[in-house]
């Protein structure tokens, strides 16, 4: 079953919601346990990167969900804080160690006139690859609250972008994936990103 | 980021009312269904303001069997929420940490807060350290004589409108409505003389409401006052389609907003 990942930091009840009204079967835990036997993780949060990094070493759920994910290859499917908890470092928390399954930092956006921070709102995104559901070459709106975001090494791994390609928007990198955006609150195109995710095959 | 169009929906004791002049209030229907139908448009963001001065819900919906369960508009704001897959704004009657803890919670993206900002000036620094700005949202709710008035517009604060969203601004406030009560319910147009001055000299997202009578209204307040959003009440309950239009007008306008995806 999904599983989706309680750090108790944020607010899960709009990806609860949505997930709800797809239908789709979910379970939420904190416990290594129930993580251990999930067919599909999704970590979402919001909050900073420090103080979830510290929920998922006290939850004990730092080994179990790097075993599950590079070990047993299941799906993961990091949203806002979640995804760039799936990098190795963070510019907003410097000393503190991310889950590092995805090579690459966490780094401040850069300013510019064509937003402020931090950058909330729909932007549009452009798919550099397909995407859970979306092919390369499509464009959609999505909704982003952030102010820091991802860099990965390998920049192959980048699906969506935004800010004409200066915003990682999203990113997969085999069973790893991560939304920037927040599909939960992006109606149909986000809607449609947590129905395929639920399908991916283990 | 796109530019905004964002249905205002006026809440009184559970239902939706039509707003005229800030005093005279029609009640035209209920909360859920209306939520559900703007989900189904596709609209931008959805903002609930709650002007009840009493706290009681009812839904006049004894089939839905949740009548009991509205008793608080944090049960309003957790119904809403469930089938509202866009950010959701709420307002009215927020005094503490703790009710807009609990209106986030139920599933809200944000907060609008009004006469509490008059009554604890910290306000908005305290909930920003602990919720981050993007989450605050501020109604400022002023008169053609260029003050703003609190407490339903009842009390002049004798403060001008920039001075307070700039004020607003330095406590940290994520984003400001506009709302100049005199042309509340009067689809006469917005004013964009005073939101154009706002827009100019603050750097926090500001978003445009009262006055909207026809799509044109719209177009003309991103065109001569260019706020991040336009917000409208009365229109898109009265008017067929109206969500739909509003954004075709828009597009014809070549106003950068939001191009639905999909169907």
Not at chain 1, 72 to 80: D, S
Not at chain 1, 122 to 144: I, M, Q, R, T
Not at chain 2, 53 to 59: A, I, N, Q, S, W
Request: charged residues 25%; negative net charge; contains cysteine.
């Amino acid at each position: 079953m999904i599983t989706v990942v309680n750090l108790g930091i944020s607010n899960l009840s709009s990806v609860l919601n949505a997930l709800k009204y797809l239908e789709i079967d979910f379970c939420v835990s904190n416990q290594a346990q129930e993580i251990g036997n999930a067919t599909h993780l999704i970590l979402p949060g919001v909050g900073t990167f420090s103080e979830g990094m510290s929920q998922i070493r006290n939850q004990g759920l730092f080994e179990v969900l790097r075993e599950k994910v590079l070990k047993n290859k299941t799906p993961i499917l990091g949203i806002c804080l979640g995804m760039q908890l799936l990098f190795e470092t963070s510019e907003e928390s410097e000393g503190v160690e991310g889950l590092g399954l995805l090579k690459g930092d966490v780094i401040k956006l850069p300013i510019t006139d064509t937003y402020t921070i931090p950058r909330i709102g729909w932007a549009e995104s452009v798919l550099e690859k397909d995407f859970l559901g979306f092919n390369k070459g499509d464009s959609a709106d999505f909704y982003y609250i952030h102010s820091f975001y991802c860099k990965p090494k390998n920049e192959n791994i980048i699906t969506i972008s935004g800010e004409n390609g200066k915003v990682t928007g999203a990113v997969q990198e085999n069973n790893i994936f991560g939304c920037q955006f927040h599909p939960e609150k992006s109606h149909k195109a986000g809607l449609k990103i947590l129905k395929q995710f639920s399908q991916e095959q283990v | 980021m796109r530019k905004r169009l964002i249905p205002c929906i006026f809440l009184k004791n559970g239902l939706i009312i039509r707003s005229e002049d800030y005093k005279t209030h029609q009640l035209i229907g209920n909360a859920l269904e209306e939520v559900a139908r703007y989900n189904d448009w596709a609209v931008d963001e959805i903002m609930y303001i709650d002007i009840s001065t009493e706290e009681k819900y009812d839904l006049r919906r004894d089939d839905l069997k949740v009548k009991d369960d509205f008793k608080t508009k944090y049960d309003l704001v957790r119904e809403v929420s469930k089938v509202c897959f866009v950010p959701l704004g709420f307002g009215g009657g927020i005094r503490t940490i703790d009710d807009i803890k609990n209106i986030l919670k139920n599933g809200a993206d944000k907060v609008i807060l009004n006469t509490i900002l008059f009554l604890d000036d910290n306000f908005v620094t305290q909930a920003a350290e602990i919720f981050g700005n993007q989450a605050l949202v501020a109604c400022v709710d002023y008169r053609d004589d260029g003050y703003v008035y609190h407490s339903h517009g009842k009390i002049n604060s004798q403060i001008k409108v920039l001075d307070w969203c700039k004020h607003l601004e330095a406590k940290r406030i994520g984003e400001i409505v506009l709302n100049n009560i005199d042309r509340d319910g009067k689809a006469n147009g917005y004013d964009t003389k005073t939101i154009k001055e706002v827009v100019e000299h603050t750097n926090v997202p500001i978003v445009a409401l009262a006055g909207a009578g026809d799509n044109f209204d719209f177009v003309e307040c991103f065109e001569e006052a260019n706020p991040s959003a336009v917000a409208a009440g009365n229109i898109f309950h009265f008017k067929e389609h109206s969500y739909y239009h509003g954004k075709q007008a828009l597009l014809n306008a070549n106003v950068d907003i939001r191009k639905e995806w999909g169907n």
